[in-house]
């Protein structure tokens, strides 16, 4: 078993920053890759971004490209997700998550072990 721990969300107006930060502990040798989801009131859940354990290659949605960045310290097995430019948009409950699956690391169905999640808001 993994267990993941978000923390990092909170209130923060139209263009400024947050750091969001997802711990991992258990079998963390088993973790391919960690992604971060979100999800507003009403909306599915939608892929952010993710990042591979070895090699660390990272991925984006077209909709953060830019102004998101994600990262991991090996040494904590923490991945923290740098959100700058904030829009009302991106408000929303965001979720890490962590797959050993090797592929389809955008799909959130690839992926067996959740954070409670944190919230995000943006105001305008």
């Known amino acids: 078993q993994v267990q993941l721990v978000e923390s990092g969300g909170g209130l923060v107006q139209a263009g400024g920053s947050l750091r969001l930060s997802c711990a991992a502990s258990?079998?963390?040798?088993?973790?391919?890759?960690t992604g971060w989801f979100r999800q507003a009131p009403g909306k599915e859940r939608e892929f952010v971004s993710a990042i591979t354990w070895s090699g660390g290659r990272t991925y984006y949605s077209d909709s953060v490209k830019g102004r998101f960045t994600i990262s991991r310290d090996g040494a904590k097995n923490t991945v923290y997700l740098h959100m700058n430019s904030l829009k009302p948009e991106d408000t929303a409950v965001y979720y890490c998550?962590?797959?050993?699956?090797?592929?389809?690391?955008?799909?959130?169905?690839?992926?067996?072990?959740w954070g409670q999640g944190t919230q995000v808001t943006v105001s305008s």
């Open positions: 258990g079998r963390t040798f088993s973790i391919y890759a």
């Open positions: 998550a962590a797959t050993a699956q090797t592929v389809g690391v955008m799909d959130n169905r690839r992926y067996a072990y």
